[in-house]
C-alpha cells in the first residue's frame, strides 16, 4: 500500500496522546491507592491532559488532509453499526471531549471526593471522568487497529498484532513522553513513568518482531491464475489498460526499492525501540535527566513515523496481481 | 431477488477497447458528472476509468495464448466495499443488485477501495470522490430508449458480442444458461466475495484430420477421366478449340 502521510500523522499523533492521557490516570490510581506521592492537580495532571488533548487534535486535524471531501466528514459517523472507520470517527472526538474534561476537572480543582471507597481510596470527579476517558482511549484503539486488522485481503494487517501493536506504540510513546513532562516539572515520580515506559517498549518491540515475523512469511491465496481464472503456471501480462499509470497504481503500490524499505524498517527498530529504553535508563542514572528524556519521546516520535510508514509498505494488496506491466 | 450482472466471453473478446472508450462516453456525459482525465493530451496522461481491458500472454512462445482480459466492478454478491464505507455512500441495491456510490455522500477517504479485492473502483482526483461501474443504471431502465438499447453501453459497443448482460439469478436467463453450460466463473473465488459478473473460459476447438480426407476421393474431375487444362503456354490449338 501507498503510505499516506494524513494517516501515519493521524495513527502516531493520537497514539501518544492517548498513551499520555493513561499515563496521567495510572498515576492517579497509584496516588490515589497512596503507591505514589500526589501530585497538584494544576501544574501536572491539568497540564498533562491538555498536552495530551493536543496531541489527539493535531490528530484529528491530520486526518482531515486524508478526506477527498472534508467538509462531508460529519456524514462519516453514521455507518457505525457495520464500519470500523465509522466508529473511529465517533470515538475520537469523544475521546478528545472526555480527555478535555478530565483536565478541566483538575483545572478547576474538582477533586472533592464523592465519597470514599473502604475508607482509604477517595473518588473523586477527575477519577470518574477519567475512567470514562480510559474506556474510549481503549475503545479509540480498538477502532484505529480494526480499521487495518479488519481488511481481511490485506493479510500483512488481518492479525490481532495490529491491534496490540497500535495499543503498545500508542501507550509506550504516551508513557516516554509522561516521564519527559514529569521530568521536567521536576516531580519525584519521573521514575515511575521511565519503568513503564521501558516495560511497554520492551514488549511492544516484541509484538513488533512477532508481526514482522509473520509478515515475512505470509502466502498470498491469490495468484495470478486465480485473478485472471486461466489455469496455466506461465502467465504474463502485456498491459494493464492504461500506460501512464492509474488510481490502481498509485494507491495500492509503495514504489518504493527493497534497500530503502529495508533502511527504514532497520532505522525504525533501532530508533522506536532500543534508543529510547537505553536513555531512559541513562536518565534514570542521574545524568541531564530532563533533556534526555525530551530527546528519548522525540527519537521514539520519529522512529514511529518510519514504523508507520513500514506499516503502509508491508501490505500488499491482491488487486497488485492486475498491474503487473504497464505494456 | 434480480441480480443484473455482465458475463465476459474470454473466446471471443479481441482487446478492441470498445467497451472502454463506450463506458467512458457513456458515463462522462451523465448527470453524475464527468469521469476526469489529467493531461489527456500531454505527456504522462491518467483518468478515471469504469472498465479497462487488460491483456495476458499464457505459456512460452511459440506455445503463447493471448488473452484479452476486460475487468470493471463485479457486482458481488456480497461486496467487502459496502460494509466498510463509514458513510453509506456505498451500497448494494435491494432491487437489482447493482452495488453504486452516491457522490453526494462519499467523502472520498477511499477505505472501499482498500477492501475491494479486484481494485475495481478508481478515485476521481477531480470530484473528489470514489467511482465504480454502475452497469449504466441510468440507461438500462430508459423507458425513452427502444429496449434494446437497455443495455450498458460497453455490452452495445461490443463488436464481437463477448460481453453480456442479463440477471444472474434467474435460471433461464442467457447469461445463466451459458455460465451453466459452458462453465463460466468468478474472479478470485478465494474472498468469498461471491462476484456477479462471470467470464467464460477459453476453449479450443480439437479435430482430427485423416490423410485420406487430404484426397478428395469423391473429385468428379478425377471420377470423369477429364484432366484439368494445360498451362496456356503448352496448349495446342486444337485443345483451344475443343475447350470451347
Redesign the interface.
Given at each position: 500500500?501507498h503510505p499516506a502521510f494524513s494517516v501515519i500523522f493521524l495513527s502516531t499523533l493520537i497514539g501518544v496522546g492517548q498513551g499520555l492521557f493513561l499515563a496521567l490516570y495510572t498515576g492517579q490510581i497509584y496516588a490515589m491507592m497512596h503507591l505514589l506521592p500526589t501530585q497538584e492537580s494544576h501544574s501536572f495532571y491539568a497540564v498533562g491532559s491538555v498536552l495530551a488533548f493536543f496531541f489527539l487534535a493535531a490528530g484529528l486535524f491530520a486526518s482531515i488532509f486524508?478526506?477527498?471531501?472534508?467538509m462531508?466528514?460529519w456524514?462519516?459517523?453514521?455507518?457505525w453499526r457495520?464500519?470500523?472507520?465509522?466508529r473511529e470517527?465517533i470515538i475520537l472526538p469523544v475521546t478528545l471531549c472526555l480527555v478535555g474534561a478530565y483536565a478541566a476537572c483538575h483545572y478547576f480543582s474538582w477533586t472533592t471526593p464523592f465519597f470514599t471507597l473502604a475508607e482509604t481510596y477517595p473518588i473523586d470527579p477527575s477519577l470518574v471522568v477519567g475512567a470514562v476517558a480510559t474506556i474510549s482511549t481503549f475503545a479509540l484503539f480498538l477502532c484505529t487497529g480494526m480499521?487495518y486488522a479488519?481488511?481481511?485481503?490485506?493479510q500483512a494487517w488481518y492479525t490481532p498484532l495490529t491491534i496490540l501493536n497500535y495499543v503498545l506504540l500508542g501507550g509506550a510513546s504516551g508513557f516516554t513522553l509522561a516521564a519527559a513532562f514529569s521530568a521536567y516539572l521536576g516531580t519525584e515520580i519521573v521514575s515511575f513513568y521511565a519503568l513503564w515506559a521501558i516495560l511497554l517498549t520492551s514488549i511492544a518491540f516484541m509484538i513488533r518482531l512477532s508481526s514482522l515475523i509473520r509478515n515475512s512469511q505470509l502466502k498470498s491465496?491469490?495468484t495470478?491464475q486465480?485473478?485472471?481464472?486461466?489455469r496455466?503456471s506461465?502467465?504474463?501480462?502485456?498491459?494493464?489498460?492504461?500506460?501512464?499509470?492509474?488510481?490502481?497504481t498509485r494507491?495500492?503500490f509503495h514504489h518504493q526499492s527493497d534497500e530503502r524499505l529495508k533502511t527504514v524498517k532497520t532505522l525504525f527498530l533501532f530508533l522506536v525501540f532500543p534508543t529510547p529504553i537505553s536513555l531512559i535508563i541513562l536518565a534514570l542514572s542521574g545524568i541531564f535527566s530532563v533533556n534526555l528524556l525530551i530527546s528519548a519521546f522525540i527519537i521514539q516520535y520519529f522512529g514511529l513515523i518510519f514504523e508507520r510508514w513500514y506499516f503502509f509498505t508491508e501490505a500488499s494488496?491482491?488487486?497488485?496481481l492486475?498491474?503487473q506491466t504497464v505494456? | 431477488m434480480k441480480q443484473l450482472a455482465l458475463l465476459i466471453d474470454l473466446n471471443v473478446c479481441v482487446g478492441c477497447s470498445a467497451c472502454v472508450t463506450s463506458c467512458k462516453e457513456w458515463n462522462t456525459s451523465g448527470w453524475a458528472g464527468p469521469m476526469s482525465d489529467f493531461n489527456p493530451y500531454d505527456a504522462n496522461p491518467t483518468g478515471t476509468f469504469f472498465n479497462r481491458v487488460q491483456t495476458f500472454e499464457v505459456g512460452t512462445f511459440p506455445n503463447t495464448e493471448t488473452i484479452h482480459f476486460p475487468k470493471s466492478c463485479l457486482h458481488c454478491e456480497d461486496p467487502p466495499c459496502v460494509p466498510v464505507c463509514p458513510t453509506g455512500a456505498s451500497y448494494k441495491r435491494e432491487a437489482d443488485g447493482i452495488v453504486l456510490v452516491d457522490y453526494d455522500k462519499c467523502i472520498g477517504c477511499k477505505y472501499c477501495s482498500w477492501a475491494c479485492p479486484y481494485g475495481a473502483r478508481e478515485f476521481d482526483q477531480y470530484q473528489k470522490v470514489m467511482k465504480k461501474c454502475t452497469l449504466c443504471v441510468d440507461r438500462i431502465y430508459d423507458q425513452t430508449l427502444p429496449e434494446t438499447e437497455r443495455k450498458p453501453a460497453c455490452v452495445l459497443a461490443c463488436p464481437t458480442s463477448a460481453r453480456l448482460f442479463g440477471d444472474v439469478h434467474d435460471p433461464d436467463s442467457d447469461v445463466s444458461q451459458l455460465i451453466r453450460e459452458r462453465g463460466g466463473y468468478q474472479l478470485m473465488p478465494e474472498w468469498g466475495t461471491h462476484p456477479s459478473n462471470h467470464y467464460l473460459p477459453r476453449h479450443k476447438v480439437h479435430f482430427t484430420i485423416h490423410e485420406d480426407e487430404l484426397q478428395r476421393s469423391d473429385n468428379p474431375l478425377k471420377k470423369e477421366g477429364v484432366l484439368p487444362d494445360l498451362p496456356k503456354d503448352q496448349q495446342t490449338s486444337e485443345d483451344i478449340f475443343t475447350s470451347w
Open positions: 500500500m486524508h478526506l477527498g471531501r472534508p462531508r466528514g456524514r462519516a459517523m453514521s455507518q457495520t464500519s470500523w472507520l465509522s470517527v480499521v479488519g481488511l481481511k485481503f490485506l491465496p491469490s495470478l486465480t485473478a485472471i481464472g486461466v496455466h506461465i502467465i504474463a501480462q502485456k498491459t494493464q489498460g492504461a500506460m501512464c499509470g492509474s488510481f490502481n494507491e495500492f494488496h491482491p488487486q497488485n492486475y498491474y505494456g | -
